[in-house]
């Protein structure tokens, strides 16, 4: 069956625009996580949407937002975008259930100049 | 609260050693623990987990992990590297839902011919 994607890839943003990230998850999966990744900061949990719900929020400010349809994709905004937020976004898909397998996209690298 | 520590950020073998990467936990409560790899511009795939019941876990290509309560550890090794396990290398832990994990700082493995 066909795997999480995430789109775009690349994305170029400058300071104070908004940005939105789009993740599909595998067929049948209910649960969505976002992390960002950065050498500075590691990978870290950002939210994570259950049937439309967000479930979990990590430690980042209200700039960052997401939402989850209907048919489980979502999407995650940032807005008044600044340099450190340049990054890769990666999202993960999982059934949901306690320790289910995440399976995670390929990610977006987003630069923010 | 969790954490995750892995100790040596740079881990270098030569071909046909044997692999040993390091993490220690920290959890409040029952945790699970999870082994992931990446690959240079893909995204986090799923080498092991451990949830409940046998401590010694044996992932895919070649991995296991054994979990030591007692230590908080959840080491990763392969009896024998190879080229292509040359990536980075992700411990995770969670509590009841895996879709909001904590990951530890990742240990880069370079294989040597």
């Known amino acids: 069956k066909a795997g999480v994607t995430q789109t775009p890839r690349y994305l170029i943003k400058t300071r104070g625009q908004q940005v939105t990230l789009s993740c599909s998850p595998i067929?049948?999966?209910?649960?969505v996580s976002w992390y960002q990744q950065t050498p500075g900061q590691g990978l870290q949990f950002l939210f994570e949407?259950?049937?439309?719900?967000?479930?979990n929020k990590g430690n980042f400010p209200g700039r960052f937002s997401g939402r989850q349809f209907s048919n489980s994709r979502s999407e995650m905004n940032v807005s008044t975008l600044e340099l450190g937020d340049s990054a890769l976004y990666l999202c993960?898909?999982?059934?949901?259930?306690?320790?289910?397998?995440?399976?995670f996209g390929p990610g977006t690298r987003l630069t923010v100049l | 609260a969790q954490s995750v520590t892995q100790l040596g950020s740079h881990v270098s073998v030569s071909e046909g050693a044997l692999v040993l990467l390091r993490c220690n936990y920290s959890?409040?409560?029952?945790?699970?623990l999870f082994w992931y790899v990446q690959y240079p511009n893909q995204g986090l795939q799923l080498l092991l987990k451990?949830?409940?019941?046998?401590?010694l876990v044996k992932g895919i290509n070649g991995f296991e992990a054994e979990f030591k309560k007692s230590e908080t550890s959840f080491h990763l090794t392969k009896p024998s590297a190879h080229m292509s396990d040359a990536a980075e290398y992700f411990c995770?832990?969670?509590?009841?839902?895996?879709?909001?994990?904590?990951f530890g700082d990742g240990t880069t493995l370079t294989v040597k011919p």
């Open positions: 993960a898909s999982s059934r949901g259930s306690g320790p289910d397998t995440q399976y």
């Open positions: 067929s049948g999966h209910r649960s």
């Open positions: 949407y259950f049937s439309e719900t967000q479930r």
């Open positions: 959890s409040s409560v029952p945790p699970y």
């Open positions: 451990y949830t409940t019941g046998a401590t």
């Open positions: 995770a832990v969670s509590g009841s839902n895996a879709g909001k994990s904590t």
